[in-house]
C-alpha cells in the first residue's frame, strides 16, 4: 500500500520558490496564504541550506491529536485531511503542529468562515473526487487524477520529493551514495517518527 | 389567589421552555472516496484503470520515477 510522503533535499534546493508559486497556482490559494513555503537557515552566509516546508502529513498527527471537533482524517494512502464543514477555525492545530503548516486566511473562497487551510498532498478532501466543491474549498486532487503533487513536480532541482515513501526514500538514498553526503532528511524523523530513514548506508560520509 | 397561581405557572412554564436542550447531532468528518477511484473530469492522467488500486499505484510509482529520479531519466546509476 502506498503511503505518501514528502521529502526535501536541503543539499538541491535553491530558494527559487518554485513549489510555493506552483501550490498556489494549481489550488487557486487566495492572496496572504501559502500552504507551502520555503525556509532558509544562515540566509546570506557562506554554506546557507533552504527548504521548502508544508504539511508533512505526519503518520502520529499532532493536529489530529489537538482538533477539538474531530475534523481530521487520515486517508489509506497516509494523507493527513480535514473536513472544513467541521472545522472551527480555533486554531489548536496551529499550535500543534512543528512544521507551521495550518493557515488561517480571513479573505476569498478559503476565508470567509475562518476555515483552516493547509496542503492536501494535492489529494482534495470529502468532496467527490474533482468536483468544483472539492476544488472551491480544497484545491485541485491530483492524485485522483493518477498525478502526484504539483510542488514535487514541478521542483527544478527535485530538491523536493513526493510520492510513495518508499519510492522517493529510494530515489533519495541513491543520490545520497552518488554525491557521498547529505543524508539529513529535514523533518523526516519528526514527521514520521524514524530517524533511521535518510541515513546512508554504513560506510557514506555525510 | 387561584389565579394569581395560573398566572404564575404559566408565566414560569413560558419562560423555562427556553431552557430546554436541543438536540446536537454534529454529522462529523464525511466520508472521502479513495483517489483510486478516480475522477470524472478532463484531467485524468491516462494509462490506468479507475477503480483498480493496483494500476493507480503502479501508474504512481512509474510516474514517479520519470518525474522525480533523474538518474533514472539520464540512464546514469
Known amino acids: 500500500m502506498a503511503r505518501m510522503k514528502f521529502i526535501c533535499d536541503a543539499e538541491r534546493c535553491i530558494e527559487c520558490n518554485g513549489c510555493v508559486t506552483a501550490c498556489k497556482a494549481e489550488h487557486d490559494v487566495p492572496w496572504g496564504v501559502n500552504r507551502r513555503r520555503v525556509v532558509t537557515l544562515n540566509d546570506g552566509v557562506p554554506g546557507e541550506r533552504s527548504i521548502s516546508v508544508a504539511c508533512m502529513h505526519c503518520s502520529d498527527a499532532p493536529c489530529m491529536a489537538v482538533c477539538p471537533v474531530n475534523c481530521f482524517y487520515r486517508t489509506d494512502e497516509g494523507v493527513v485531511l480535514h473536513d472544513k464543514d467541521v472545522c472551527i477555525g480555533c486554531g489548536y492545530c496551529s499550535y500543534a503542529c512543528p512544521f507551521g503548516a495550518p493557515q488561517f486566511p480571513s479573505t476569498g473562497t478559503f476565508g470567509l468562515r475562518g476555515k483552516m487551510d493547509k496542503c492536501t498532498f494535492c489529494a482534495g478532501g470529502p468532496e467527490a473526487n474533482g468536483s468544483e466543491a472539492e476544488f472551491e474549498k480544497y484545491g485541485r486532487n491530483r492524485l485522483a487524477e493518477g498525478k502526484l503533487p504539483i510542488c514535487a513536480e514541478m521542483c527544478s532541482t527535485k530538491a523536493l520529493l513526493g510520492g510513495?515513501?518508499?519510492?522517493?526514500?529510494?530515489?533519495?538514498?541513491?543520490?545520497?551514495?552518488?554525491?557521498?553526503?547529505?543524508?539529513?532528511?529535514w523533518g523526516w524523523g519528526t514527521a514520521y517518527g524514524s530517524k533511521q530513514a535518510g541515513q546512508p548506508p554504513a560506510g557514506v560520509k555525510s | 389567589m387561584r389565579v394569581a397561581l395560573l398566572i404564575s405557572s404559566v408565566a414560569a412554564a413560558f419562560c423555562l421552555s427556553a431552557c430546554g436542550d436541543k438536540p446536537q447531532s454534529a454529522?462529523?468528518?464525511?466520508?472521502?472516496?479513495?483517489?483510486?477511484?478516480?475522477?470524472?473530469?478532463?484531467?485524468?492522467?491516462p494509462g490506468w484503470k479507475a477503480g483498480d488500486k493496483n494500476s493507480w499505484e503502479q501508474a504512481l510509482k512509474v510516474r514517479t520515477q520519470n518525474n522525480q529520479n533523474e538518474y533514472a531519466r539520464t540512464g546514469s546509476r
Open chain 1, 164 to 185: 510513495d515513501g518508499d519510492v522517493v526514500a529510494d530515489i533519495f538514498r541513491n543520490r545520497v551514495l552518488q554525491r557521498g553526503k547529505g543524508a539529513e532528511v
Open chain 2, 27 to 45: 454529522g462529523g468528518v464525511k466520508g472521502d472516496v479513495a483517489p483510486y477511484h478516480g475522477v470524472n473530469n478532463k484531467y485524468a492522467q
